[in-house]
């Protein structure tokens, strides 16, 4: 919070004060001989100020009484969805719709008063700004009012993004802990030998799934941070898919869905790192799996589509509800939290995919109906 009230102070007293050197700059260009002989550094200075308006990513609006804008540089007009040609003689009030602002602004033209705050302005997207309201004096007697703004929308998201993810992993690591606990205590206080055989079972389980959570945990960080090493090779796509596809055969065999591999178009090779490709194979094999029922059926196949060599991975499973399409990609998120627990999943597996693929600069892409399947399709 203080970094944000810092950078607008700086700003504010930056902004000022170049508005300061433009204005008395603009005094004495009317002083100026015709012949523009004069203070041949005095215009540099209302230049300086115009450049320097446009490319701060700070918002700046100045705004002279009764309440109208004099000046609007391009990052407010964006803040504000705006146009500034439009802006610039108009009331602040009818280009800018909030109340809270004109409230600001007229305080700090008639009685001189700073304030600062974070307020919600809605434009075409509801946007989260911290602004700063100030009075300059122009050096005429007269004031104006300097209103700096700065986008925090994206770090309130991000805030909020921290926030949900360590609840996420906390909430994925208290579940099996407690059940440990709670076996572990069983099998203290002593349980006959079936028992103590099926709480053994289900503590090496549920280790399980905490390690599998951890190593999602450690290979997204690693991904997200691009300290993952990518070993690039050339890698046979039809060859990865056709070894990825026979270590999954006895688990499709097992749960009785079909399992294929179809390399289209005479085999594609592509640069890449063959593990991380192979994982990304593994990830979309395993969901396709796990959401498809008895007597359904799996292919991964390869080959080039519009020049470009596409993976992809289909099946006639329980597809994916339209709403929880766009999200599936995000981390944690999961379709169905009762059926992911018994069916294990950690909501990670897709967002790994996405890192992956992209850092070989492709797209991957869901398409699915509810009840008839779906297709994840990577495109490099
Ligand atoms: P998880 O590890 O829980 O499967 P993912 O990130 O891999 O997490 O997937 C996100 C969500 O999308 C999960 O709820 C998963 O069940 C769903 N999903 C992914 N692939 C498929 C698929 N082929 N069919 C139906 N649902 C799927």
Known sequence: MDYVVLTAGALLAAVGLLALAARRSAVRDDAR?????????????????????????????????????????????????????????????????????????????????????????????????HVTTRAIDRGDGRREALVVAIDRTRMMELESMRRDFVSNVSHELRSPLTAIKIMTETL??????????????????????????????????????????????????????????????????KLDVRLDALVHDGGVTI???????????????????????AGGSVTAAVGRSDGKAYLEVADTGTGIPSEALPHVFERFYVVDRSRAKSKGGTGLGLAIVKHIVEAHGGTVEAQSELGRGSVFRCTF
């Open 271 to 293: 640069a890449g790192d063959r593990d991380k490709l192979v994982q990304v194979v593994v990830n979309l094999l395993d969901n396709a799996l796990r959401n498809t029922p």
């Open 188 to 253: 203290q206080g002593g349980v006959d030998k079936a028992a103590s055989k099926e709480f053994l079972d289900n503590i090496s389980r549920e280790t399980e799934r905490m390690i599998a959570l951890v190593e999602d945990l450690l290979d997204l960080a690693r991904l997200e941070s691009g300290k993952l090493d990518l070993k690039f090779e050339s890698v046979d796509l039809g060859d990865l898919i056709r070894d990825v596809v026979s270590s999954q055969a006895s688990r499709a065999a």
């Open 33 to 129: 001989p015709p012949d523009g002989t004069l203070h041949d550094s005095v215009p540099d200075a209302a230049a300086r100020f115009d450049t320097l308006l446009e490319v701060i990513p700070a918002g700046v609006v100045i705004v002279e009484p009764p309440g109208r804008i004099t000046a609007i540089n391009s990052s407010a007009a964006k803040m504000f969805g705006i146009a500034p040609e439009r802006a610039v003689g108009r009331a602040l009030i009818e280009c800018i719709r909030s109340y809270e602002l004109d409230r600001r602004v007229a305080a700090a033209l008639a009685q001189g008063v700073e304030e600062s705050a974070e307020l919600t302005f809605i434009a075409a997207t509801e946007r989260r700004l």
